[in-house]
């Protein structure tokens, strides 16, 4: 019987019940919900439904992600959206990383999506694709908190599953063939300088998508994580901008 973990302190999942419009936000892989919360807190002053599910395997020990797939991420979004079709008209979906993935998958498959907002997204990670073919190995050093700002820490894994390695690489080839089905209008954020995803990422997802709304926003200053980091307000800002403009439209065509 696989041993279970409690949950770390500050990787709990974050839900607010605030008006029809929803916004279902991810966290990235390895890391926990606390990357993302100050966007959902943010989110929710504003009035809007949040959900911030956590990702199983995550926010516990490295040896429970270890034991999941990249199924049961999807399964953790794909609940977390149901929570919010119960209550709001319409959602957006926002995330971090491998969340910036799972947001990616969210839309090729839920059509009524209105708008996402992908941070710093993988579609390709050359260097985790070869570590995940690595025999014998069991654990990798940590990739999490890649920040900028020195006084910032992310609540992330000290090590890797290879096994998670294998898991986060099929999801990305599945979430990369199928960008032409995302169709609904995207804000795309990307740091300059990122030593987990590489930047090129967030550029071939803005060609790749097939929507004509589409604006990418690079960030001068942080580095992956950058929700934690120094240009976490500008992210904020420039969501709540999106969110408007996006719902704007939504009522002019109605």
């Known amino acids: ?21 929803g916004i279902l936000v991810s966290h990235g892989f390895t890391g926990s919900t606390q990357s993302m919360r100050p966007l959902g807190e943010a989110y929710a002053r504003e009035g809007y439904s949040v959900c911030l599910p956590r990702l ?11 034991m999941a ?11 977390g959206y149901r ?18 993935t799972l947001t990616l998958y969210m839309a090729e498959n839920h059509q009524e999506i209105k708008g996402i907002i992908p941070i710093n997204a993988a579609i390709h990670i050359p260097d ?20 900028k700002n020195p006084d910032i820490k992310e609540l992330a894994y000290e090590k890797t599953p290879v096994r998670s390695l294998r898991e986060i690489t099929e999801l990305m080839k599945k979430v990369k063939a199928d960008l032409g089905k995302v169709t609904c209008p995207a804000l795309i954020f990307v740091s300059k300088e990122d030593h987990v995803v590489p930047p090129s990422n967030s550029y071939d997802i803005f060609k790749s998508i097939k929507t004509g709304a589409k604006e990418l926003v690079e960030l001068e200053n942080s580095y ?13 800002k420039r969501t709540l901008q999106f969110l408007r403009r996006a719902l704007e439209t939504t009522s002019l065509q109605e």
């Open 83 to 100: 929570w919010l079709r119960e209550r709001c008209s319409t959602i957006f979906v926002t995330g971090l990383s491998i969340g910036g």
């Open 224 to 236: 992956h994580v950058a929700t934690l980091d120094n240009d976490q307000e500008q992210i904020i």
């Open 1 to 21: 019987m696989a041993k279970e973990y409690p949950v770390l302190e500050g990787a709990e999942p974050f839900y607010f019940e605030g008006n029809e419009i």
């Open 128 to 147: 985790m694709a070869a570590a995940a073919n690595l025999e014998d190995v069991r654990f990798l050093d940590a990739i999490g908190s890649d920040i």
């Open 56 to 66: 199983k395997g995550h926010g516990t020990h490295y040896e429970e992600m270890e």
């Open 69 to 79: 797939t990249y199924q049961d991420w999807i399964d953790s979004v794909e609940e």
